[in-house]
C-alpha cells in the first residue's frame, strides 16, 4: 500500500539552529500539505501545494518558516531559526486533488516529532 | 473565529460496548466531514467521511452521524477492541476551500479488558 513518507522521524536542535523536514507524497498526489501538531492538540495546516504552486500558506510564519516544492513532488519545510516554541510534530499528508472534487481524503504520513532546546 | 470542537476529551470503554464520539462544528458553510484515528507515534488515519447531503454514513464497524440542523457530527464505533484505542479528531472543511482541513481537539479513546 502506497505510504506518505518522511524523514526524519526525530530530531533535536538547538535554538536558532536551522532545521529541515522532508516529505515524498503518496505518488500521483497532486496536493500536498505540511501540518503542526501540538501535543492534544488537532493538526493545524501551515502550507499547502497544488502541485509546485502553493495555494495556502495564511498560517505559515514567514519570517522564520519557508516550504517548497520544487518539482510539484516531494517537498521541503524548513524553520530558521528555531525557537523554543516550535517543538511540535510536523506531519505531511497529499491527497488527490482538492480541484478534483472527488477527493477531500488526506493521507497522512508518521511526522517528523521536533523537539528544540 | 469558527471552529470545531469535541464535547469529550477522554472515554474510557470495555471492550466490546459500543463507543460513541462526538463533535460540535460552528462553520455552517462546512459541507464535507471526516474522522481520523491517530495512535501514539503515527499521523492521522482516514475513518471515514461523509458529505453534508447525507447525514448517515456507514463503514466497517464504523458509523458517522451527521445533523446539520444543530451542527453537530458523532462517530459510533460497534464492538469497541483494544485496537481501536487511539486519539479521534474530526475535520471539517468546504469544498471551495482547497480541500483546507480544520480539525478538532480531539478524543482520547480508552478500552478496558
Known amino acids: 500500500e502506497a505510504e506518505v513518507a518522511q524523514s526524519p522521524r526525530y530530531k533535536i536542535t538547538e535554538k536558532s539552529q536551522a532545521v529541515a523536514f522532508w516529505c515524498d507524497p503518496i505518488?500521483?498526489?497532486?496536493?500536498l500539505y505540511w501540518y503542526r501538531q501540538i501535543l492534544g492538540q488537532g493538526p493545524e495546516l501551515l502550507v499547502q501545494f497544488q502541485d509546485e504552486s502553493v495555494v495556502d500558506d495564511s498560517q505559515l510564519p514567514k519570517d522564520r518558516f519557508s516550504a517548497e516544492r520544487l518539482k510539484g513532488v516531494d517537498s521541503t519545510l524548513k524553520i530558521q531559526p528555531a525557537e523554543l516554541g516550535d517543538s511540535a510534530m510536523y506531519l505531511c499528508?497529499?491527497?488527490?486533488?482538492?480541484?478534483?472534487?472527488?477527493?477531500?481524503?488526506?493521507?497522512f504520513g508518521p511526522g517528523t516529532r521536533l523537539t528544540v532546546t | 473565529g469558527e471552529s470545531v470542537g469535541l464535547h469529550l476529551p477522554t472515554l474510557s470503554v470495555q471492550e466490546g460496548d459500543n463507543s460513541i464520539i462526538n463533535c460540535a462544528y460552528s462553520?455552517?458553510?462546512?459541507?464535507?466531514f471526516i474522522w481520523y484515528k491517530q495512535e501514539s507515534g503515527k499521523g492521522p488515519q482516514f475513518i471515514i467521511d461523509i458529505r453534508s447531503n447525507m447525514d448517515k454514513r456507514q463503514g466497517q464497524r464504523v458509523t458517522v452521524l451527521l445533523n446539520k440542523t444543530v451542527k453537530h457530527l458523532s462517530l459510533q464505533i460497534a464492538a469497541t477492541q483494544p485496537g481501536d484505542s487511539a486519539v479521534y479528531f474530526c475535520?471539517?472543511?468546504?469544498?471551495?476551500?482547497?480541500?483546507?482541513?480544520?480539525f478538532g481537539a480531539g478524543t482520547q479513546v480508552v478500552v478496558t479488558p
Open positions: 462553520n455552517s458553510a462546512s459541507d464535507y
Open positions: 475535520a471539517e472543511t468546504t469544498t471551495d476551500s482547497w480541500g483546507k482541513l480544520q
Open positions: 499528508a497529499s491527497s488527490l486533488g482538492a480541484t478534483q472534487g472527488a477527493s477531500y481524503e488526506q493521507y
Open positions: 505518488s500521483g498526489h497532486a496536493t
